[in-house]
């Protein structure tokens, strides 16, 4: 079953922090997190493992609360890179990994 | 090292024809997976193989089948094509085939089924 992801799309000013939430109704044993571009592939942005700490570097970074089933990825200081559309990616142990409908985010000047 | 290439870029294919989809993991992985993206939606899963053998599949019709080859190539092959085959297909490679296991994807070929 698909993820749930929101919201579906935001606009946020450079310098400005957002929050991309993804929940599941299935227990997980991991999230991944991937940011595409339009027109380019999906790029691995960090995996959150069942039982494993809050990941992230700098000015990106993911929780995931096992009790809920729920991810969220911070962006904090947003630059005009940020800018493409985010997707969670959910996992069941020894299963297929399954893709939210993903999150537009748009940071202006 | 090269990333994932997939090969064609772009096709055109009428309605009811064949197509084949060529994809190479980044050298020393061994999984390679298939995913289907809708313009607006996310990759829908197809296809996961390890070795060689199949370790998954998606809510996708028989229409639909792949192999990988013992230099862990694959191949993605989806017949008597419908309109709404038209999409986005990613071929994604991984070092394994467990949990957990970090995605590359290729570019990917856009399907055009007129």
């Known amino acids: 079953q698909q993820p749930v992801q929101s919201p579906q799309a935001v606009i946020l000013r450079e310098g400005e922090d957002a929050v991309i939430n993804c929940s599941s109704s299935k227990a997980l044993y991991s999230v991944h997190w991937y940011r595409q571009k339009h027109g380019e592939a999906p790029v691995f942005l960090m995996i959150l493992l069942k039982g494993g700490e809050q990941k992230g570097h700098e000015k990106i970074s993911a929780s995931f609360n096992e009790k809920k089933q729920q991810s969220s990825l911070y962006l904090t200081a947003s630059q005009l890179s940020y800018s493409g559309t985010y997707f969670c990616?959910?996992?069941?142990?020894?299963?297929?990994?399954?893709f939210g409908a993903g999150t537009i985010l748009r940071v202006k000047s | 090292d090269a990333g994932v290439t997939q090969s064609p870029t772009h096709l055109i294919k009428t309605r009811g024809q064949q197509v084949t989809l060529r994809c190479s993991p980044i050298?020393?992985?061994?999984?390679v997976s298939w995913y289907q993206q809708v313009l607006g939606q996310g990759p829908q899963f197809i296809f996961q193989?390890?070795?060689?053998?199949?370790?998954g599949r998606g809510n996708f019709p028989d229409r639909f089948s792949a192999r990988q080859f013992p230099n862990y190539s694959s191949e993605l092959n989806v017949n008597a094509l419908l309109l709404g085959d038209s999409a986005l297909y990613l071929c994604a490679s991984s070092d394994g085939a467990g949990v957990g296991e970090k995605l590359f994807f290729g570019s990917g070929t856009q399907l055009s089924v007129l």
């Open positions: 050298s020393g992985h061994k999984s």
């Open positions: 990616g959910s996992q069941e142990y020894g299963n297929k990994l399954v």
């Open positions: 193989y390890y070795e060689k053998e199949e370790r």
